[in-house]
């Protein structure tokens, strides 16, 4: 019923940039939040930053300044720029939304099957 799609990512290096996106199709009645998590192995994942629905947005310590969210509500996409990228910074990228599919439904989280981020020299 609903799908999450990211692209965007790949190979860059050191102070390079990436721009991620994130789609979300299928039968949506309203999002209440998007959000980008990432995994790296051996890892816990990591929320890097949210954009709730008419809220502020959400950073991780590790990536304010150098990263930005935002979102595209007529296309029920969210997107992640990645600028100044540090090797630390490599992980699978997983796009993560909350949303109701029903009016008479509870709110769900959905996930994106991830995309790769490899930051290197």
């Known amino acids: 019923q609903v799908q999450l799609v990211e692209s965007g990512g790949g190979l860059v290096q050191p102070g390079g940039s990436l721009r991620l996106s994130c789609a979300a199709s299928?039968?949506?009645?309203?999002?209440?939040?998007m959000g980008w998590y990432r995994q790296a192995p051996g890892k816990q994942r990591e929320l890097v930053a949210s954009i709730p629905r008419g809220g502020s947005t959400n950073y991780a310590d590790s990536v304010k300044g150098r990263f930005t969210i935002s979102r595209d509500n007529a296309k029920n996409t969210v997107y992640l720029q990645m600028n100044s990228l540090k090797p630390e910074d490599t992980a699978v990228y997983l796009c993560?939304?909350?949303?109701?599919?029903?009016?008479?439904?509870?709110?769900?989280?959905?996930w994106g099957q991830g995309t790769q981020v490899t930051v290197s020299s």
């Open positions: 299928g039968t949506i009645f309203r999002i209440d939040a």
């Open positions: 993560q939304s909350r949303l109701t599919t029903r009016p008479w439904l509870s709110p769900a989280d959905y």
